[in-house]
């Protein structure tokens, strides 16, 4: 089965670099401080990141004292900035797809991922070969769109009051694991919605212990700055997880 390579797409990748141009994006505001959160210290490890994109992140590691970190992603035109904005001589990109990570001869102290699980058809497979690259006692970290976004595939995503205000947001088929299609740019854009038991027994049964989950909302601080933001109290964009492999 062909993997999603949907950043490679002109009028996605523009239009998804735009939003992260802008500095109040949810990403900046709630994804990266909650991932960044949750990471072990770094001093000397070596770190695998899955959808690295721009780099970004695996220079944050590198900085934070890691002593070899790896990027993959499936996107060139993602790498092509990586390696021009984010270059380390102890930083290495690959262009390969998370669904090949087995094919990958070394292993890693942690390994993280921000917001590009939800776009892999089989998660077991995925999780059973991190926990394989893993060292004993390595840690996981990683985000993804939270299932309370992933679910919805019809009818209307909020309910509002006569002024057009959110009362409350909708969900359709949460306790359906599979396949949606929605519209993020472009037409049929691929994501795998996974119930929270789903996600967390997986990690289980493949031998990782929960250690964290969070589901970022705004603080008072956000709020005042970006009201928008209240409506993240009805439908968290995010969900996150830290796992420890067992020894």
Not at 11 to 17: L, M, Q
Not at 53 to 73: L, P, Q, T, W
Not at 216 to 229: A, C, G, M, N, S
């Amino acid at each position: 089965m062909a993997q999603q390579n949907i950043y490679d797409n002109d009028i996605f990748f523009n239009g998804y670099k735009k939003i992260r141009e802008n500095d109040n994006n949810a990403n900046n505001l709630f994804e990266t401080p909650a991932l960044l959160s949750l990471l072990p210290e770094l001093n000397n490890k070596a770190v695998l990141d899955l959808g690295c994109g721009y780099g970004d992140h695996c220079m944050e590691f590198i900085n934070r004292g890691a002593s070899k970190v790896v990027g993959i992603d499936i996107s060139e035109k993602m790498l092509e900035i990586a390696r021009i904005e984010n270059n380390h001589p102890n930083i290495l990109y690959k262009n390969m797809p998370m669904e090949n990570i087995g094919m990958l001869n070394e292993r890693f102290d942690v390994v993280v991922s921000s917001l590009a699980i939800h776009y892999v058809d089989d998660y077991k497979g995925l999780i059973n070969n991190i926990f394989n690259l893993i060292n004993e006692n390595g840690i996981l970290v990683f985000s993804q769109e939270n299932p309370l976004n992933t679910c919805f595939s019809k009818g209307r995503r909020w309910t509002k009051d006569e002024k057009g205000h959110r009362l409350f947001a909708n969900i359709s088929n949460y306790g359906i694991d599979g396949e949606r299609e929605s519209v993020w740019f472009i037409d049929n854009v691929k994501k795998y919605h996974r119930t929270f038991s789903t996600i967390i027994n997986t990690l289980i049964e493949a031998g990782f212990i929960i250690e964290k989950l969070i589901e970022p909302v705004p603080t008072k601080e956000i709020l005042d700055k970006h009201p928008e933001y209240q409506d993240l109290f009805h439908k968290p964009d995010f969900l996150l997880v830290k796992a420890r492999k067992s020894a």
